[in-house]
Structures are given as C-alpha cells and as structure tokens.
C-alpha cells in the first residue's frame, strides 16, 4: 500500500484501521492568530512518512467553527491516546501566554509507557522537570518540530496494518513474537479481539507490558476477558 497519512480532528470519528498512528500533545494557542505548532508537525510527518499504508494523525484541535464541549474534547483526547502508536510531545512554552498546564498533566500520565517522544525547543520555559524525566527514562527528545517528528517516525517504523480491536494494540507490542504467538492462537481458535486496554508498560520503548483484551468468539455474542503479562520469556495469560 502507498504510505499517506491522514489527519482526524478532535471530535471526528477514528479510523477502522491504519498501519500506524501518532497524537500531537502540547500546549494549544489561545489566541487564533498565532499558528499551532501541529501544522508544521503535519507537514513533516506527510513528508518522511514512508510505512506500508495509512498512518493515523490525532490532532486534538477541532475544526474551526466546530468546537466541542469541555467533557467531549477531553473524551475524545483520552481515546485517541490510548490508541496511538506514539504520542508526540512538543512543548514550546512561553510564559504566561502559552504556559501549558494540561500539557503537564498529560506528560504526568503518559511519561512511562514507553510510547512517548518530547520535543522541547531551546528556548522553552520551566521544562526542565519534563526533561529531567525524559531524559531518565530514555525518552528520545529533540529541539525542532521537525526533530521531534523524526523521533516519532524513528519509533513507528513501517508500521502494521491493524483494524478493529487491534488498533487498540500499541505497535511495539504488537510486533512481539510473545504477544503475535498468543495472537494467532486466539485467531485460530475462532476467537475475535474486540477491545484492548494497556495497563501497565516498562521501558523505552517498552519491553514489558501488562495488557487485558477482550475476546468474542466468532459464532457467539459473549465476550470474555483476559489479563496479559508480555515479556521476552513468554506471555503468561492471567485469567
């Protein structure tokens, strides 16, 4: 398939199925005439990206003149990461205009899963505890936009083609032997993935994962649960 990429807006629906996905997480302008660094995010990403097939961008900024309600922004944001590949930081902040509070938030929350990349220009203000942690963890980290994208794309790769339940499997998990073998196991026993969540990861990227999928049996409506422990020994259902 030829490499593209395609753009959804907070609030439009996600796509059934992509080879890779990216969300665009930093602070928003506040003042419509300042332009979004996430434009020229898009740009860069449309330009190196060269998987095999559609890769998913989540830019959490509705279309002019579409704007959502405070709780329906916030649910579509949680969404759309969950289901990303990576997760982009790009933090220019600037004191008191562009101070990026959620943004904060939001590293908090995601600074440890092993899907993140941080940007952070040189001229940034009070980013150095995000840096410090960056830094610990080994998350890669960049100064330019442009930068920060080729980190994202280092960690995508090509890609792989997911739809469905499976677009809730991040794709460094995915593309385990550990978790393909288990996978194709489930497959071949008729068993359908409906939904996934991550529920804990260790390392960057990440090496170890604790993953609860939803299964439904392909001829049935019932849907059962299963907790995963993936790691390079092997993955070891819980029930």
Same mark, same amino acid.
């Given at each position: ?48 990206w060269d998987g095999d097939g559609e890769l998913a961008v989540f830019l959490p900024e509705p279309e002019a003149g579409e704007p959502l309600s405070y709780p329906d922004q916030i649910r579509w944001e949680e969404d759309a990461m969950r ?35 941080? &940007? =952070? +220009? *040189? ?7 995000? #840096?410090?942690? @960056?830094?610990?963890? /080994? ?11 080729r980190r994202a794309l280092a960690r995508l790769g090509s890609g792989a083609r997911r739809s469905g339940g499976e677009r809730r499997i991040p794709l460094q998990l995915w593309s385990t032997p550990e978790f393909r073998r288990w996978y ?18 260790? &390392? =960057? +990227? *990440? ?7 939803? #299964?439904?049996? @392909?001829?049935?409506? /019932? ?17």
């Open positions: 398939m030829p490499a593209e990429i395609v753009v959804i807006r907070a609030g439009r629906p996600l796509p059934a199925s992509w080879t890779a996905s990216v969300y665009l997480c930093g602070p928003t302008p506040l003042d419509p005439a300042v332009p979004s660094w996430r434009a020229e995010a898009v740009h860069h990403l449309g330009r190196l289901m990303s590949d990576v997760v982009l930081f790009y933090v220019p902040r600037a004191l008191p205009s562009l101070p990026g509070l959620v943004t904060n938030v939001k590293w908090g929350a995601w600074h440890r899963t092993g899907r993140v990349v941080l &940007g =952070s +220009p *040189a001229e940034a203000e009070r980013n150095e505890y995000l #840096l410090h942690f @960056a830094h610990e963890l /080994e998350v890669p980290v960049a100064g330019s936009v442009e930068e920060t994208t194709g196991e489930q497959r071949a026993a008729g068993r359908v993935l409906c939904s996934a969540e991550v529920l804990w990861a260790d &390392g =960057s +990227p *990440a090496r170890e994962w604790a993953l609860r999928a939803v #299964l439904a049996e @392909a001829a049935a409506p /019932e849907r059962t649960s299963s907790t995963l422990v993936v790691r390079a020994a092997g993955c070891e259902a819980l029930g």
